[in-house]
């Protein structure tokens, strides 16, 4: 479910007509392991991954 959510959002932004963006996530040391699957799927986004929760 969340995987799917975060791809439509991420697909939404990409087919945007602006194309000077940059599109950056935050995993703040989630549980999901979703974000490994969208580094694989959209390769021109960045994601930064936290080692321990930030708050």
């Known amino acids: 479910m969340i995987l799917r959510l975060i791809k439509e959002c991420l697909g939404s932004i990409k087919t945007q007509t602006h194309k000077n963006i940059e599109i950056i996530i935050f995993d703040n040391n989630s549980t999901y392991n ?3 699957d969208i580094k694989k ?10 080692k321990r929760n930030l708050g």
């Open 41 to 50: 799927e959209f390769k021109d986004i960045k994601i930064i991954f936290s």
């Open 34 to 36: 979703v974000l490994e």
